[in-house]
């Protein structure tokens, strides 16, 4: 009894430990990056350099799990597509852009999942949805509000690619949620062939040279991609698995804090009245969303138990 206990107990804390783990990863990342960047290598080849390294180590530790790629392909590929452009345009909003106002923008996740549903899966909007979107967008206009055009706007291409980067996060985050059956490896691996392909494609469009730097340069860079992009990955593809959205959301938000703290520690970015509280509602939008899938996990359940 004592040891059924435990594993359960186990069961439900190393979800949450996963996710604290990678949001606190993908809050801090930013400055490795920029380290890379500063020795020459671009956000584009530092991308290309990393996933495909940890897509190396990735692809050979796990091998023997690939075959489930043939299950269902065209949802790992779609994967792998979301995973591309979120991944590369995160890392290229936190390297341009203010990190904070980045991370922010990156979790209107809410928002998009909101409409999305709307439009495309034609979800009937509930109170408790359009209020949380409208706290979303109250808090996006706050944020992106450009005096000199009199509306809001993204200012730069950092607020586009982050604001981006978060919608391909709430698609991949639903994707992964549906694939139950399949391993956490495989998808993991997924996302890091997509991130490697949409760098390599974003290369060859944009004619980026490769950086003319030292040995030691590459070598670094590659232990980012050996090392911490595994982990966070991983960490984030486990706790996604195995935990209910509106719980991954919440925990997730964490990020927020690493991102702050990181960035007022490490850099001297300063974060305006206006982003911190359009960022506040947009964070309690992410709460809202979260307490609004956590009703709709309990009415399930409940109209389960009494069929």
């Not at 860079?221 to 959301?249: D, K």
């Not at 990020?255 to 702050?260: D, G, I, K, S």
């Amino acid at each position: 009894m004592h040891s059924d206990s435990a594993s359960k107990h186990s069961a439900a804390v190393f979800p949450v430990i996963s996710l604290l783990i990678s949001a606190t990863l993908w809050g801090i990342v930013w400055y490795p990056l920029r380290i890379a960047e500063s020795y020459g290598v671009s956000g584009l080849w530092t991308s290309l350099l990393i996933y495909s390294a940890a897509l190396l180590c990735g692809s050979v530790v796990f091998w023997r799990k690939l075959g489930e790629i043939k299950q269902q392909p065209l949802l790992l590929a779609a994967i792998a597509l979301t995973n591309g452009w979120l991944n590369i345009a995160f890392i290229l909003a936190v390297i341009d852009g203010n990190v904070v106002r980045v991370v922010l923008l990156f979790y209107l996740s809410p928002l998009w999942s909101t409409l999305l549903g709307w439009l495309i899966l034609k979800e009937q909007l509930t109170g408790w949805s359009i209020a949380t979107l409208t706290v979303a967008m109250i808090g996006a206009m706050i944020m992106l509000w450009d005096p000199s055009l009199g509306f809001p706007w993204p200012q730069d291409y950092a607020d586009w690619l982050a604001i981006t980067s978060g919608m391909a996060f709430s698609v991949s985050n639903v994707l992964v949620r549906k694939l139950q059956h399949i391993s956490v490896r495989v998808k993991t691996v997924s996302a890091w062939f997509g991130v490697t392909l949409v760098a390599v494609v974003w290369i060859v469009l944009g004619d980026a040279a490769a950086p003319v730097v030292e040995a030691g340069v590459w070598i670094w860079t590659t232990l980012i991609g050996c090392v911490m992009i595994i982990v966070m990955t991983l960490t984030v593809q486990y706790g996604v698995t195995h935990m209910p959205i509106y719980r991954s959301a919440v925990i997730l938000l964490f990020e927020l804090v690493a991102a702050a703290a990181s960035a007022q520690w490490l850099s001297d970015e300063v974060i305006s009245a206006n982003e911190w509280m359009g960022g506040s509602l947009i964070v309690l939008a992410g709460y809202l969303s979260a307490r609004a899938l956590m009703k709709q996990s309990d009415t399930k359940y409940l109209s389960t138990i009494g069929q």
